[in-house]
């Protein structure tokens, strides 16, 4: 699967796609999240990351521009570094604040206004755009490599209709 769409009717609709999400995960992803602001991306990762089996609190990283996580994939320990880079001035200080290294094959990156570092953040390997619809969201994923593909593959979800 390359394109996935769904409305989701409310807040649980959002957690449910971040727990799908959570177990479709793979070492190595990198994820932008487009959309508004209040359109629910830092909602969506918060669901996300809890789902994947982080205990604590997942605050915005709109200030301090990264928060790092620590969860298991499959038994292994694997770092996710969600980014916020809303604030950022230029493209130029994602390279100075030394994020590309960030992106490998190990972490899995999640990237708020992603469009505020290009043309030097690294590319997708899925996209995913929120918009506000009502009372709820649409949401749309997009896979952009094979990595993307494989998650998508693995995505299982099917929204309340």
Request: net charge negative; proline share 6%.
């Amino acid at each position: 699967m390359q394109h996935f769409k769904a409305h989701l009717h409310d807040e649980a609709g959002t957690n449910a796609l971040g727990a799908a999400l959570a177990r479709a995960l793979l070492p190595g992803l990198s994820i932008h999240l487009h959309g508004d602001l209040g359109a629910g991306k830092t909602a969506l990762t918060r669901a996300l990351l809890h789902a994947a089996g982080h205990a604590g609190s997942v605050k915005s990283p709109t200030y301090t521009l990264s928060e790092p996580y620590r969860i298991e994939l499959a038994g292994r320990a694997v770092n996710v570094i969600h980014f916020d880079l809303y604030r950022m001035a230029s493209a130029e200080e994602f390279l100075d604040a030394g994020f590309r290294e960030e992106f490998n094959g190990d972490n899995i990156c999640i990237v708020e206004w992603p469009e505020k570092a290009d043309p030097v953040l690294p590319p997708p390997d899925l996209r995913v755009f929120l918009h506000v619809a009502g009372l709820g969201r649409d949401v749309e994923l997009q896979a952009l490599s094979d990595l993307g593909l494989l998650c998508l593959d693995r995505l299982t979800f099917a929204p309340n209709l």
